[in-house]
């Protein structure tokens, strides 16, 4: 009918427009190698970034569950997060959640 046909362009208008309002809280997967990104004086990491296949590098925003893959250097995952452009162009992820790749596992 004419009436359901207008209520599911209404519907899918909705949806593209909730899209739009989210487009930059949209979760991007990444996959590469953590690696340290800065350390205190002692030497110990304070931050990682990952380092993927094309060369591009995500530095991992230091929340909670940023601050997991501190345990994970030097080792391959797949992370699912929030990218963000930062200052000189560098990509920073909020990581929302993460898994160990076995070598090759690509």
């Given at each position: 009918?004419?009436?359901?046909?207008?209520?599911?362009?209404?519907?899918?208008y909705r949806k593209e427009v909730n899209k739009k309002k989210?487009?930059?809280?949209?979760?991007?997967?990444?996959?590469?190698?953590?690696?340290?990104?800065?350390?205190?004086?002692?030497?110990?990491?304070?931050?990682?970034?990952?380092?993927?296949?094309?060369?591009?590098?995500?530095?991992?925003?230091?929340?909670?569950?940023?601050?997991?893959?501190?345990?994970?250097?030097?080792?391959?995952?797949?992370?699912?997060?929030?990218?963000?452009?930062?200052?000189?162009?560098?990509?920073?992820?909020?990581?929302?959640?993460?898994?160990?790749?076995?070598?090759?596992?690509?």
């Amino acid at each position: 009918s004419a009436a359901s046909d207008v209520y599911k362009r209404q519907a899918s208008y909705r949806k593209e427009v909730n899209k739009k309002k989210r487009a930059g809280d949209e979760l991007t997967t990444v996959r590469g190698i953590v690696i340290p990104a800065d350390w205190d004086e002692e030497g110990n990491v304070l931050a990682v970034a990952i380092s993927s296949p094309n060369e591009q590098e995500y530095f991992v925003e230091q929340d909670s569950k940023g601050k997991e893959l501190l345990g994970v250097i030097r080792q391959e995952i797949e992370a699912s997060g929030i990218i963000t452009k930062a200052m000189k162009g560098r990509n920073i992820i909020a990581v929302r959640s993460f898994s160990l790749k076995a070598g090759g596992d690509w």
